[in-house]
Structure formats: C-alpha cells, structure tokens
C-alpha cells in the first residue's frame, strides 16, 4: 500500500535533513519532488496543486527556516497537510437510528458485495444482530453470493421473491428488522457499469422506504483517476454520506485514497486490506499519513495483536518464559497466533522504517518469513510430544526422522533447534526484576 509514493517521498527527506540550513532553492526542489510523488502515485492533479501550495505557505515561515531542525519541520508540515488531505479524524456510520441502515452502492466488480460481507462480520463479531438484503434483483448470483457471506458472517439474510421490486423488497426487510429487533440492516444494491436515472431513482426509494442514514459507495482504489470521478458523481447524483476503499493492498500508488476525500468531501469510512473477511478496517487518516511516511502504524499493530491473541495464554508464556521452562509447544503456538495477524506484509506494512523498503525487496522478505513460519510449524508438528517438551533429547538420529516427515532438511530442523535455544538463552537474562517488569508490560500489552 502506498509503495511507490512512502519510497518516493522518503527519498526527498533523507536528501532535505541532510541540508544544514533550508533556504527558498532547497524548499522549492524538495516542492518539486513532492508534486512529482504524488501525480505519479495517481493523486488528482489539482488535489496535488492545492496541497503543494499550503505546504509552501507554511515551510517558507520562520517556524522551518530558523529552526535547528529544518528538516524535520518540513517533514511535520507534510505530516500535517496529509492528514488534512485524508480528513483529520476517523469518521465511523451514522448509529443514531435503530436499525442502523446502510446502503451500498458501487459499479461492477469493485468489491462491494464482499465488503458487505466483511462488514456484517464485522458487526457481527461486536455482538450486533445484523440482517443483509440482497437487493441485486436482475443477478441471482450476487444475491447467492451474498447468501453465502451471510452464513460465513452468521448474520440473516433476505432475497427477493420473484416479480418484487428493489423499493417492495427494502420495505419488507425494514418491517422485518423492526419486528425482529435487527441492530444493523446492509442493503447490498445492484452494480452498474455507469450511473443513470433508474439507479438514482432506486437508491432514493430505497433510503426513503427503509430510513437508512448511510449511502456508502464503494471504490476499487487500484482504478486511480476513474475511482475519483466515479465517486464525484455518485455523490452528485445520490448524496453519498462515505466511502469504502477496497483493495489498498494490491495498488502500490494509493492516489485515489489521497483524492477521493478532497474532490468529494465524503469521509472514507473504511478501507479493504485483503481478501479475509476480517480484513476491512477503519480508516485513520493520522495512522494512513504515517504510514505513507515511513512511519509505520504501532497502533493499529497492537490491535491486531490485542484481538488476535489470548490473554490466558500470553500470562502462561510469561510464566513459563520466567520460570525457564520453554518448550517446543510454546513455541509452536505463538508460530500459530502469529499467523493470525495477517500475511507478513501487512505486518510489516505497520512497522516503523519498512515502508521504506523497496517493493521487491519487501515481499522477498515477506516470502522468506512466512516460508520460513510453515517449515518450522511441519517440523514441530512432526515431533513426538516428548520431543516437543524435551528438545534436549533430538539426536542425530531423531532430525533425520523428523526432517524426512516433514518434508525438509535436516539443516532446517537444526536451524529451528539453534532459534529456540536462542530465545531461551534471552529468557535467562530476562529473569531479573527489570526483565520481569518488562516482560509483564509486554504480555499486558500484547493480550490486551
């Protein structure tokens, strides 16, 4: 996410904090460079012209000049400007009616009846009881597709019945959430390849009937300068009230994500990450301006942590870290809870200096580590339990038998061993109060 335009703009600030002074030349390149990283990420040119401007007004101030840290001034005032440009604060539904309705709306193919599966997930796993609509009439397959979410979701669902119309089908669902007490109701409307007046005049029977407060449009964010005037144009024509981006991990320039919120002035209310369904997230303009900085996301890293791993379990490893008595069974479960995470992409996406790091070399990484975390999950899982707690008894002999029922080498089996007695011999010197102290801040950390 954001790949080519964090490089880019990194690049032009490791060259500005190399200057000892900033003076009206050195401002005006590293300008330059930051319009020339933003129109080639597929920001909207005049998105980029306005935000070009404001940054001039205030680096050229004596704020920047006459600061012992020019540098860093400039990169605090670009910091700011992006955060602006995103929207300041995380803006979430409007709840304030009961059901919550949402409707989505969307051109084909961008994503939207997956993300209204992400999404009843999501409010389902808060303890909300959601009903889905399909409202795509004239496909059957988006409506079994919507079926099929909501079971994965284990939310309800409602489809049409042959001959109802869009308006007939959203009142029937509305009477039903009412009676049956429903928190939240997303009503999944039909894709268009354009907008016209039979979908504006859908959507607005369809939010009168049902007095859904949210008309969300959901953009594919890899289409770039197309996604901006689609969203334009939805939010002329149906007054849109947010956005759903989906596919951020897939498009390295992320222009659309910078443009949409300025030309439309509709807060992106979520953004899609991935193909799992837990992979639609809120959207942090703050935490998104990090990250295109290089400066990663810790926050949003200590959340998936706190909601991937048990808390139970985090105090036994602390335990057993402080008692000395680590085993291979330990070390196997937080290989397991590690995966829970998310690809080793997205972790690294989120650590401070990654995004930083080139594309290629990122996912080589990425590759290699989560190779790496499959080979040495079949390796323990091919020991015998007694092996698994007692790693000191794995001769020769027992590596040959355990690399061959895993399908590796022995030098790999060995590789595993040398890494966990390694983190042993850390645990050892972390038994003192201070590393105590440590250790029970991090597992509090960690498990929430």
Do not use: W
């Amino acid at each position: 996410m954001f790949d080519q335009l964090s490089g880019s703009l990194q690049k032009t600030f490791k060259n500005l904090r190399g200057q000892g002074k900033l003076t009206e030349d050195n401002i005006k390149e590293a300008l330059r460079e930051v319009r020339m990283a933003l129109l080639e990420a597929d920001v909207h040119f005049q998105v980029v012209k306005d935000f070009v401007k404001r940054v001039r007004e205030k680096v050229m101030g004596e704020d920047v000049l006459l600061s012992v840290s020019p540098g860093q001034q400039f990169v605090k005032h670009v910091q700011d400007e992006l955060v602006s440009l995103l929207g300041e604060d995380s803006v979430d539904f409007d709840k304030s009616s009961k059901p919550m309705g949402i409707v989505m709306l969307g051109l084909h193919g961008v994503g939207k009846t997956t993300s209204t599966g992400k999404l009843a997930r999501r409010y389902a796993k808060e303890g909300k009881k959601v009903l889905l609509v399909g409202c795509d009439i004239r496909r059957p397959a988006a409506v079994d597709q919507l079926r099929v979410l909501a079971g994965q979701a284990g939310v309800d669902m409602q489809g049409p019945v042959p001959g109802e119309s869009v308006k007939a089908l959203g009142l029937r669902a509305y009477q039903e959430a009412q009676m049956g007490g429903y928190d939240v109701v997303i009503y999944d409307t039909g894709g268009r390849l354009q907008i016209d007046e039979e979908l504006v005049r859908e959507v607005a029977e369809l939010t009168q009937v049902t007095q859904a407060k949210n008309k969300v449009l959901v953009i594919d964010a890899a289409m770039g300068q197309e996604s901006v005037s689609v969203a334009e144009t939805f939010n002329e024509r149906c007054g849109l009230t947010g956005l759903i981006l989906t596919k951020l991990d897939g498009d390295a320039r992320g222009g659309a994500a910078l443009s949409v919120r300025a030309v439309t002035g509709c807060p992106i209310l979520m953004v899609g990450v991935g193909e799992k369904q837990e992979d639609l997230q809120p959207f942090y303009p703050d935490r998104m301006a990090d990250r295109i900085l290089g400066m990663g996301d810790v926050v949003s890293l200590v959340e998936k942590a706190q909601e991937a791993f048990d808390e139970d379990d985090m105090l036994s490893l602390q335990e057993r870290m402080l008692s000395g008595k680590l085993n291979l069974e330990d070390m196997l479960k937080q290989i397991r809870q590690m995966k829970k995470l998310g690809s080793m992409g997205q972790i690294m996406d989120l650590m401070p200096g990654m995004p930083s790091i080139s594309a290629e070399e990122k996912q080589k990484a990425a590759d290699q580590g989560q190779l790496q975390s499959k080979r040495f999950e079949a390796i323990i899982l091919s020991m015998t339990p007694e092996e698994r707690k007692r790693p000191q008894i794995l001769n020769s002999k027992r590596r040959i038998r355990i690399a061959q029922g895993s399908g590796t080498r022995v030098k790999d089996v060995n590789d595993l061993i040398k890494q966990f007695s390694q983190a042993k011999k850390m645990t050892k010197k972390m038994r003192g109060l201070k590393g105590m102290k440590n250790m029970q801040k991090m597992a509090r950390m960690m498990g929430g």
